[in-house]
């Protein structure tokens, strides 16, 4: 896997109330739509991947930190 080139891509998100069969209605076309784009798919996995490692990270960060104090004390 290579890396080349990096984009900032700038989008809306807005809230809408919806009933259940609008949910799924939307739902099952997204699903649907989304599956034919394999860009889409990879970058939202990669994102997806890095964001848990943060995650992961940041969590870790704080037990060591927590446990420092815990030291000191």
């Keep these: 896997m290579k890396f080349d080139?990096?984009?900032k891509e700038e989008y809306y998100k807005f809230d809408i109330d919806?009933?259940?069969e609008e949910a799924e209605f939307l739902i099952d076309?997204?699903?649907r739509e989304i599956k034919k784009d394999s860009e889409?798919?990879?970058n939202y996995?990669?994102?997806f991947i890095l964001q848990k490692k943060v995650d992961e990270?940041?969590?870790q960060e704080?037990?060591?930190k927590e446990k420092i104090k815990n030291q000191k004390n």
């Design 62 to 64: 704080q037990v060591l």
């Design 57 to 59: 990270l940041k969590q």
């Design 5 to 7: 080139n990096e984009s």
């Design 40 to 42: 889409a798919l990879i």
């Design 18 to 20: 919806l009933s259940d």
């Design 45 to 47: 996995a990669v994102n």
């Design 29 to 31: 076309v997204g699903l």
